[in-house]
């Protein structure tokens, strides 16, 4: 079972994280400046997101835009990712995480999502989800 639980508390969690992670100028600026959209497609939960500089979307509709870039991945993936305990590289070459889409554009977002870091671990708290794993 994924520390989000069911796919219903994925999507209330990340909605919540993403409307708030996009409020910062700087994330949002590096998704305008670059034209860049990204579709995450989480399984275990099964969770559908894509984001731009407009905000989220998930589910059906989010399966009907096209993104610059498609990462695909576990929730347990993605948690440990907003944790900074997953090395990027390795996850990528051992197909943890997939892609689709040019990889530097993936590898470009990292530093402008620095923020979400400590927002991330803000939501853990309030959602009780465990941070040390």
């Known amino acids: 079972m994924s520390v989000y639980g069911d796919s219903e508390a994925a999507g209330k969690f990340f ?10 100028p700087e994330v949002r600026s590096t998704l305008e400046g670059k034209g860049l959209s990204v579709r995450f497609k989480i399984n275990d939960p099964d969770l559908d997101m894509y984001i731009d500089e407009q905000g989220i ?15 695909a991945m576990s929730g347990d993936v993605i948690h440990l990712f907003w944790l900074r305990k997953l ?41 009780g989800l465990p941070t040390e794993v």
Do not use: H
């Not at 835009?65 to 990462?71: G, I, R, Y």
């Not at 943890?96 to 979400?116: C, I, Y």
């Open 15 to 24: 909605e919540e994280f993403w409307n708030e992670l996009l409020e910062n």
């Open 57 to 71: 979307r998930s589910g059906a509709e989010a399966g009907t835009m096209s993104p610059v870039l498609t990462l």
């Open 87 to 127: 090395n990027v590289a390795k996850a990528l070459a051992t197909r943890q995480v997939r892609t689709r889409g040019p990889v530097p554009k993936f590898m470009k977002l990292l530093p402008a999502v620095e923020p979400g870091y400590v927002l991330y671990r803000d939501y853990c708290e309030r959602y």
